[in-house]
């Protein structure tokens, strides 16, 4: 069950995030770096960051979600523990975040940014039933250029 991310479990989290690159690929080019607890927790104005947990009260999984107009919500800093990657983790956080938007009254659209060498979240959210917008964003990472596309579904 999705439980709110306190800047108590965020620590936990950041030990999952082990440079500027790993931040950026789950957060975004505007993250902070180095990343707090406060940091990760405040986030982006309006977004809520949620947190999942396995059987045995470990956490694995964090995400967030926040409104981005009267229509449309946003899913943003999906992030699994290296350590339990591959196990489903990731697609149960985007379910749980998906069963969230519905509960925000007037949502019936749902966007996200996604880098587009990361095949792994491509893949997710692909089989989720996000497809491109044709919005495309670059930034330039240690002296690269990332490619971010936005991908949208219906709720
Ligand atoms: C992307 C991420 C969240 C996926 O989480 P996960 O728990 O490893 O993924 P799951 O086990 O739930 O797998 C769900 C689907 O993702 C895809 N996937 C997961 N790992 C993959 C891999 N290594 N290669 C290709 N596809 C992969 C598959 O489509 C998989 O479905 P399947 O199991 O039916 O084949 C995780 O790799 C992660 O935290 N990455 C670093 C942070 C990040 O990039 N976040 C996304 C920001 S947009």
């Known amino acids: 069950m999705l439980e709110p991310l306190t800047v108590h479990t965020a620590a936990e989290v950041l030990a999952w995030v082990s440079s500027r690159r790993d931040a950026v690929q789950f957060a975004g080019p505007d993250v902070a770096w180095p990343l707090t607890p406060e940091l990760l927790v405040a986030g982006t104005s309006g977004h809520v960051p949620h947190a999942l947990r396995d059987v045995d009260g470990r956490l ?13 919500g946003r899913i943003g ?5 290296p350590a339990a990657r591959g196990r489903g983790w990731g697609r149960r956080m985007m ?6 938007a519905r509960d925000l009254p007037g949502i019936d659209v749902v966007e996200l940014g996604v880098y587009t060498f990361n095949t792994a979240a491509v893949a997710l959210y692909t089989d989720l ?5 044709g919005a495309e964003r670059s930034t330039v990472v ?7 596309l936005e991908l949208r579904r219906p709720l």
């Open 129 to 133: 039933g996000f497809r491109p917008t």
């Open 95 to 100: 379910l749980a975040l998906l069963d969230r």
């Open 60 to 72: 694995v999984a964090t995400g967030s979600l926040r409104r981005t107009g009267e229509r449309v």
């Open 77 to 81: 800093r999906v992030l699994v523990d």
């Open 142 to 148: 240690a002296g690269e250029v990332w490619i971010s």
